[in-house]
C-alpha cells in the first residue's frame, strides 16, 4: 500500500509539472503532447525461507520441494545446496539426528572440504554416527564396537567347546569301531579254532571207530555245525553234570 501511495503521488507531482511547463510555453499553433506516464511495476511476491525453488528449463517451470536441512534451518533452499543431495525432503529424521549431534555448520565445512565422490559414505558416517551417539550418549560408536567385540570373544569360545566335544566323541567312535573290530576278529579266530578242534576229533573218532566211526562222526559233525551255527557256547557243558553237581549235600 505504501508502494502504491508513492507511486500515485509520484505521478501527480510529474504531472503538475507539466501544468507549469504548459503554462509557461508560448501559445503555437501545434498541440500539446502530454507524456504517458510509466505503468506501475507488478507488485512483489516475497518468498518464504520454507518456499519451494524453482528451476526453469526450455520454457517449463518445475517446482521442487526444499530440502530436509533447510526445511528444519528455516532457510531458503538455492539450486546448488550442499545438503540437498544427501538429506531429502522425505527423511527429515536423517538431518535432525546428524543436526543434533555434529550441527549444521560443521556438516557442510565437511561436505565442502571433501569431493563430490566420498560426500555420500561421510554423510552416512555422520548419521550412523549420531545414532550410536543417541543411543549411548558416554560411548557412542566405541560401546557399539565393544559389544560387538564381546559376542565375537563368546561365540568363539562356544565354537572352540564345540570343537572340543566334537573331537572327543569322534575318538569314542573310533575306539568302540576299534573294540568291535577287534572283538570281530577275535570271534572269527575262536570261530577257526572251534572247526579245528572238530577236524582233529573228527578224524581221532574214525581212526579209532573204524567203518562204523566215520557215520558216527559225521552225524557228530553235522550236530556240531548246528549247535555252532545257532551260536549257543553252552552246547560244550553238559546241563546233567552241572545240575548233579549242586545237589545238596544233606539229601
Not at 84 to 99: S, V
Not at 137 to 160: F, H, M, N, T, W
Not at 184 to 193: D, F, M, R, V, Y
Amino acid at each position: 500500500m505504501e508502494g502504491k501511495d508513492r507511486n500515485s503521488k509520484k505521478q501527480l507531482l510529474k504531472t503538475m509539472m507539466n501544468l507549469k511547463n504548459i503554462r509557461s510555453a508560448p501559445i503555437t499553433g501545434q498541440p500539446v503532447q502530454f507524456p504517458l506516464p510509466p505503468p506501475p511495476p507488478p507488485p512483489p511476491h516475497p518468498q518464504s525461507p520454507t518456499s519451494p525453488r524453482s528451476t526453469a528449463s526450455s520454457g517449463l517451470v518445475t517446482v521442487v520441494s526444499p530440502c530436509a536441512a533447510c526445511k528444519i534451518l528455516r532457510r531458503r533452499c538455492v539450486e546448488k545446496c550442499v545438503l540437498a543431495p544427501y538429506f531429502p525432503p522425505t527423511d527429515p529424521c536423517k538431518f535432525t539426528k546428524a543436526h543434533r549431534v555434529f550441527g549444521a555448520a560443521n556438516i557442510i565445512k565437511l561436505l565442502q572440504e571433501l569431493p563430490e565422490l566420498k560426500r555420500v559414505d561421510a554423510v552416512n558416517s555422520l548419521v550412523y554416527e549420531a545414532n550410536a551417539r543417541l543411543r549411548d550418549p558416554v560411548y557412542g560408536c566405541a560401546g557399539a564396537i565393544s559389544r560387538l567385540q564381546d559376542q565375537i570373544s563368546e561365540l568363539k569360545a562356544e565354537l572352540a567347546r564345540t570343537q572340543a566335544e566334537l573331537a572327543r566323541t569322534q575318538a569314542e567312535l573310533a575306539r568302540t569301531q576299534a573294540e568291535a573290530a577287534n572283538l570281530q576278529c577275535e570271534n572269527s579266530n575262536s570261530i577257526a579254532l572251534i572247526y579245528m578242534e572238530m577236524e582233529k576229533f573228527n578224524q581221532a573218532t574214525a581212526v579209532a571207530g573204524g567203518g562204523g566211526g566215520n557215520c558216527n562222526s559225521a552225524v557228530f559233525q553235522q550236530q556240531q555245525q548246528q549247535q555252532y551255527a545257532m551260536m549257543d557256547t553252552s552246547c560244550f557243558l553238559d546241563e546233567s553234570n552241572l545240575s548233579s553237581g549242586w545237589e545238596p549235600l544233606w539229601a
